[in-house]
């Protein structure tokens, strides 16, 4: 069974330049995270997808980070205009966590390293 | 709030020997549960073990093992008969009750040496 598969791997671009992540969670989940990963603060969850339907986006920085998910096999997570703080690498994460008060271990991509010039 | 502290930024041990990551947490909550996760130089978040606070049982996984400490707020993993594939940056964390949080902790790099 495919893990979560995340493109592309490493993403080089310029300040200002829009840039799309992508995301392909494990089938069969029904929860995606898009989580950020700094030196400085460590791993940071940016947004929580259930069913397709945002829940908690309380972590996203600004409003120049949005995320979507359009159907249960693919998310993105957009950043217009980019800037050089953001540089960081994203993972995305899916667990079968269905909303319940109980919950299921969230399995990682492999995430992508995104540099902004 | 929930945190999550990693008080040994790095640790090394010898091919074979035995190694303990210690974490602390602090939760209000009752119910809640506790991973390790390992990041290898290839980056990939990489489950090693898990652990529901309800269950006194320590978890294990072939050579992972946890010391679940509830009241003292503990949860470390040891390694047994250490591999140099062990080598990774390995890190707590904490889910409460909202079923989706993962807190992290800020790592430990274990270097695993010949």
């Known amino acids: 069974d495919a893990g979560v598969i995340q493109s592309p791997r490493h993403e080089v671009t310029e300040m200002g330049q829009e840039v799309t992540l992508r995301c392909k969670p494990i089938s069969g989940h029904n929860s995606l995270f898009w989580y950020r990963q700094t030196m400085m603060r460590g791993l940071e969850l940016l947004i929580y997808f259930n069913n397709n339907v945002p829940i908690d986006d309380s972590g996203m920085p600004e409003d120049r980070f949005s995320a979507k998910m359009p159907n249960a096999s693919f998310s993105t997570l957009k950043i217009q205009p980019s800037e050089p703080r953001d540089s960081a690498v994203y993972f995305c994460?899916?667990?079968?966590?269905?909303?319940?008060?109980?919950?299921?271990?969230?399995?990682f991509g492999p995430g992508t390293r995104l540099t902004v010039l | 709030a929930q945190t999550v502290t990693q008080s040994q930024p790095e640790m090394s041990v010898q091919e074979a020997e035995t190694v303990t990551l210690s974490c602390t947490y602090d939760?209000?909550?009752?119910?809640?549960?506790l991973f390790w996760y390992k990041q290898p130089p290839s980056r990939q978040m990489i489950l090693v073990i898990r652990?529901?606070?309800?269950?006194?049982q320590n978890a294990t996984e072939n050579r992972f093992s946890v010391n679940f400490q509830k009241a003292a707020k503990s949860f470390s993993l040891k390694i047994s008969d250490s591999q140099l594939g062990d080598t990774a940056m390995y890190f707590c964390a904490l889910m409460g009750n909202s079923g989706y949080a993962l807190n992290f902790g800020k790592g430990t790099s274990l270097l695993v040496t010949p």
């Open positions: 994460a899916s667990s079968p966590y269905s909303g319940t008060t109980s919950t299921d271990t969230q399995y």
């Open positions: 652990q529901e606070a309800y269950k006194q």
């Open positions: 939760t209000s909550e009752n119910n809640y549960y």
